[in-house]
């Protein structure tokens, strides 16, 4: 079983940046891929980026490629995501889950976080 926590999330004008983390509980966080989602109101929800379980592989939504950067360090169970260069239609809850394959398929993602709104403002 693994819990997830997502902080870091807040209300940023266009062009500015956050770095969200997400804490993990357990002893097993390295042994999954962490992915960070987000769901803007009346979309979908919409895969970002992905990491392994190393750091060593990673993916990206061509839609935040270039500006934001998924990370982890296992020694801290925590994965981030910096987000640069934001702009409005960034703006939405942000979700980290948990799985064993590094994909941008949410149901391939066991475990799922409360979630942290991002909210930029032009």
């Known amino acids: 079983q693994v819990q997830l926590v997502e902080s870091g999330g807040g209300l940023v004008q266009a062009g500015g940046s956050l770095r969200l983390s997400c804490a993990a509980s357990?002893?097993?966080?390295?042994?999954?891929?962490m992915g960070w989602f987000r769901q803007a109101p009346g979309k979908e929800r919409e895969f970002v980026a992905s990491?392994?379980?190393?750091?060593?592989?990673?993916y990206y939504a061509d839609s935040v490629k270039g500006r934001f950067t998924i990370s982890r360090d296992n020694a801290k169970n925590t994965v981030y995501l910096q987000m640069n260069s934001l702009k409005p239609e960034d703006t939405a809850v942000y979700y980290c889950a948990a799985g064993l394959h590094n994909t941008d398929w949410a149901h391939h993602y066991q475990y799922w976080g409360q979630g942290t709104q991002v909210t930029v403002s032009s």
């Open positions: 990491i392994d379980w190393s750091g060593g592989s990673t």
């Open positions: 357990g002893r097993t966080f390295s042994s999954y891929a």
